[in-house]
């Protein structure tokens, strides 16, 4: 079933749309300019820099998949859309809800952009038809990225040995971190009664 990701969403600080085919100049130089922080724990980025024409490309499949609903990949830019911050997704790579996935510029690090942006996000989903959980998954070594869903109340509710995402060669452990529909949590804003699903 397609999900109807949110266009564009306003934070205090910041602005989320998806990616433009125009904004690939700027996409590939904030990614060029941040490839040690991020290979260091994404597997996409060990696959960087690549040439404009295909971060284009790229963009253009992430715009195809945010209308066709199923994938929701947005640019963070600063709220005045002038600076990219970093980038986020709702993916439906889980079973009955989404995934969230971030990065954040490194120059822009600790600054809790990425709580931010997160937080908006897990809103959103969590008001979408056949939506029951949210998930953020990250290495447990990643300490800067536990720490999101740490703030936002999601629970730990796993970590297990994922031996087929290689980052640095070695096998890697992911930890599962959820937020259910029915989670009441002080950090997110209480998301609207679900209505009964027809039979
Ligand atoms: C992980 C990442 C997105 C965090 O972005 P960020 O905007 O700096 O995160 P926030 O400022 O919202 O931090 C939220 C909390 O995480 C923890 N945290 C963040 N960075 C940390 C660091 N370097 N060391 C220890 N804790 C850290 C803290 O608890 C922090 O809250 P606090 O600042 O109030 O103490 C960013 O470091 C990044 O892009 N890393 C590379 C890509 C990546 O790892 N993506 C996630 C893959 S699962």
């Known amino acids: 079933m397609p999900f109807s990701f949110p266009p564009t969403i306003k934070t205090q600080r910041l602005l989320l749309r998806p990616w433009r085919v125009e904004d690939a100049p700027r996409m590939k130089a904030a990614i060029d300019a941040n490839l040690d922080h991020l290979r260091a724990w994404m597997p996409w980025a060990l696959n960087e820099p690549s040439p404009l024409e295909d971060i284009a490309t790229r963009i253009a499949m992430f715009a195809e998949e945010f209308e066709a609903g199923s994938n929701g990949v947005y640019a963070i830019f600063s709220r005045d859309g002038t600076e990219v911050i970093g ?25 809790g952009y990425a709580t931010e942006a997160a937080r908006a996000l897990t809103e959103s989903a969590l008001t979408m038809p056949d939506v029951a959980a949210v998930q953020i998954r990250c290495d447990p070594r990643n300490i800067a990225s536990a720490g999101v869903p740490a703030k936002l109340g999601y629970r730990h509710i796993k970590t297990f040995n994922d031996p087929d995402i290689l980052v640095d060669g070695s096998p890697r452990a992911t930890m599962v971190w959820q937020i259910s529909a029915h989670d009441q949590h002080p950090h997110l804003r209480p998301a609207p009664p679900r209505r009964a699903r027809r039979r």
């Open 87 to 111: 980038g986020t997704g709702l993916h439906p790579r889980i079973e009955s809800g989404l995934e969230i996935g971030y990065w954040i510029a490194r120059a822009h690090t600790r600054n």
